[in-house]
């Protein structure tokens, strides 16, 4: 009889697992589980949304025929079950299923292969009016079309993002290309802090600056000034940065809820610990 797997979750990871094990054995049955409303999108393009080079917010989830990578796609062209609005909230191993939740009914699916592709959530600061209008994260594609509607809604000239890693470094330079005055906003002393030394990083910072971009480098946000629910701009600890639009772009932590739940060890980095085979 033809394995059955399952994969919890129909993004990068998820739709990535499916095709790729699909080509390897033509008899599978493969289903994919996905909470949100979207499959298989490109997060890697969207600051090119903003900054307007890429037009069309469908070219992140079609193929470059335009034909949509939705559930329909995934079963005619690949011979994948992909299914959204499905949330799982448990897996039991012994049992050998998983249970999810779609359109309010819970349901059970067995399973003799689990993939867990259940990738990551934007971590947001917790601070005062850190959920106050205009302030974004920028991870789902739902964040980047509200970010696009406000630029094209309201009078926003002064952006600041928060965090100076790839993602809110991208989008400090698609937002500098759109017009804006943006501000960058970092606890650490340099740009990128993740991945460049000092020396390294006071290089990259040149270049910056006189790209045009402000950067406040050695310096944490304490909180956001807001007038009648909207932001109005950055609290740091050295002053208070206008801003009519901001984004917080700090980081990212796994989504490993239900591993933990179902007994899998974490690594200490927080993740899934995985052996030498991954
Ligand atoms: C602006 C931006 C720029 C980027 N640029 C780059 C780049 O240049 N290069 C690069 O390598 N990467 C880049 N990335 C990162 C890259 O997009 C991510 O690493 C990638 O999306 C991870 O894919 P994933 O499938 O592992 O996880 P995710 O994209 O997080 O997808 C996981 C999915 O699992 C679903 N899920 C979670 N739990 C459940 C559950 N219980 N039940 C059902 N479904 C569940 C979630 O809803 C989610 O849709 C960028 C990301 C962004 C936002």
Known sequence: MAKRVVIIGGVATGMKTASRLRRRDKDAEIIVLERGPQL??????????????????????????????DSEFFRKVKGVDARVGCNVTAID??????????????????????????????????????????IHSFWFPWDVLAVDKELKERKVT??????????????????KNRGLN??????????????LDKEMADLLKRNIKN????????????????ENGVVTGVETDKGIIPAQLVVVAVGVRPNVELAKAAGLEIGPTGCIAVNEYL
Do not use: W
Not at 111 to 122: E, I, K, R
Not at 158 to 175: K, P, Q, S, T, Y
């Open 40 to 69: 298989s999108y490109g997060a890697c393009g969207f600051p090119y949304f903003i900054s307007g080079e890429v037009k069309n917010f469908n070219s992140f989830d079609h193929t470059p025929q335009g034909v949509a990578r």
């Open 158 to 175: 002064d952006v600041v993002i928060i965090g100076a890693g790839f993602i809110g470094m991208e989008l400090a330079e698609a937002m």
């Open 211 to 226: 790209s045009g971009l402000n950067l406040h480098l050695g310096e944490k946000t304490v909180g956001f000034t807001v």
């Open 182 to 195: 943006v501000s960058i906003v970092e606890m650490q002393d340099r740009l990128l802090p993740q991945m």
């Open 93 to 134: 191993r012994a049992a050998k299923t998983v249970t999810y939740v779609e359109n309010g009914a819970e349901k059970t699916l067995p399973y003799d292969v689990l993939v867990l592709g259940t990738g990551s959530t934007p971590v947001k600061l917790p601070l005062p009016n850190a959920d106050a209008e205009g």
